[in-house]
C-alpha cells in the first residue's frame, strides 16, 4: 500500500540562476516533503553523527526533486534545511549564547537573494572583484556541497599532518577562488593565497562574498542590556532538528 505524504515546495535564493540549464534546480526551486519517523531514525544514528554527515543524510531522505545532491549550493542547501525545520518542528528555535536562553521565529528570518545584475552568464557561478588594495583582480564562485565536502576532507588531511594545523579560512579561500588577473590555474590560486593575499584585501572579499551571497540571514537582533541590541548569530546545535533533545 502507497501512502500519500505532503509536500512543499522551497525557493531557492539562488533562484536556479547559477545552475547550468536543464539542471532540475535551474527552475529555482526545490520539492521536499515533510518529516516522518524515518527522518527522526536518520538523527539519531550514531554512526552518521560521528562522521558529521547527518543532516545531509536528513536533506537527502526528505528531498523529492532529484538531482546530484553535491550539485547544490550552501546557500540554497541552508534555505532547504531552514525549511524542513520549520515543517518538521515548527517555526520557533531556542538556543543558548553566552547564558542566555534566545528563541527566534524562524520564519523570521531573512532570504539573501541572488543578484542577478551581477550574474556574467546565467548558468555560470563566477563572479568578478578587484581587490580594493592590491589591485588584482579575481574570479570567485559560491561553494557547493561538493566543495564543503572536499574542503573538509583536505583539512582532515592537514590535520593528520599537523595536529596543530588551523588554515581553515585559507583552505576556504582557495576553493572560492577561481582565477587571479586571468590565470585559472589551481597552482597560481594556491601560491597566492598562501604567499601574496594581504590581510586587508582577504577581509574585504570575505565581507564582499558573504554580501552578495545568496543564503538565509541567520544573524538576529537581541537585547541583553534593556535599550541596547546587539547581533547574534544563531547556534545550530542538536536541539536544531531534535528540540527535546
Known amino acids: 500500500m502507497s501512502f500519500k505524504l505532503p509536500t512543499e515546495i522551497v525557493e531557492l535564493p539562488s533562484k ?9 534546480l535551474a527552475e529555482g526551486k526545490v520539492e521536499i516533503k515533510y518529516m516522518t519517523a524515518k527522518e527522526e531514525d536518520i538523527l539519531t544514528n550514531q554512526n552518521y553523527i560521528r562522521q558529521g554527515i547527518v543532516l545531509d543524510k536528513l536533506l537527502q531522505s526528505l528531498l523529492v526533486t532529484k538531482f546530484d545532491y553535491n ?7 541552508d534555505a532547504i534545511m531552514m525549511a524542513a525545520r520549520i515543517l518538521g518542528y515548527g517555526k520557533d528555535y531556542t538556543f543558548s549564547y553566552l547564558g542566555e536562553d534566545i528563541t527566534v521565529d524562524l520564519t523570521s528570518l531573512t532570504e539573501k537573494s541572488l543578484n542577478e545584475s551581477l550574474i556574467v552568464k546565467k548558468g555560470d557561478n563566477e563572479f568578478k572583484y578587484e581587490l580594493p588594495h592590491s589591485g588584482n583582480i ?5 561553494l557547493t556541497q561538493k566543495d564543503d565536502k572536499e574542503i573538509d576532507k583536505e583539512l ?8 596543530n594545523d588551523n588554515s581553515e579560512m585559507t583552505t576556504r579561500l582557495k576553493y572560492m577562488i577561481l582565477s587571479i588577473n586571468g590565470d585559472y590555474e589551481k597552482k597560481t590560486v594556491r601560491e597566492f593565497v598562501d604567499t601574496a593575499f594581504l590581510a586587508r584585501d582577504a577581509k574585504a572579499f570575505r565581507e564582499y562574498y558573504n554580501k552578495i551571497s545568496p543564503g538565509i540571514d541567520t544573524k538576529v537582533k537581541y537585547e541583553f542590556v534593556e535599550g541596547v541590541e546587539e547581533d547574534v548569530e544563531i547556534q545550530f546545535g542538536t536541539r536544531f532538528f531534535w528540540p527535546d533533545a
Do not use: A, V
Open 138 to 142: 579575481l574570479t570567485f564562485k559560491f
Open 71 to 77: 550539485d547544490l549550493l550552501i546557500g540554497d542547501k
Open 156 to 163: 582532515e588531511g592537514l590535520k593528520k599532518i599537523n595536529k
Open 16 to 24: 536556479g540562476l547559477l545552475y547550468p540549464e536543464g539542471h532540475p
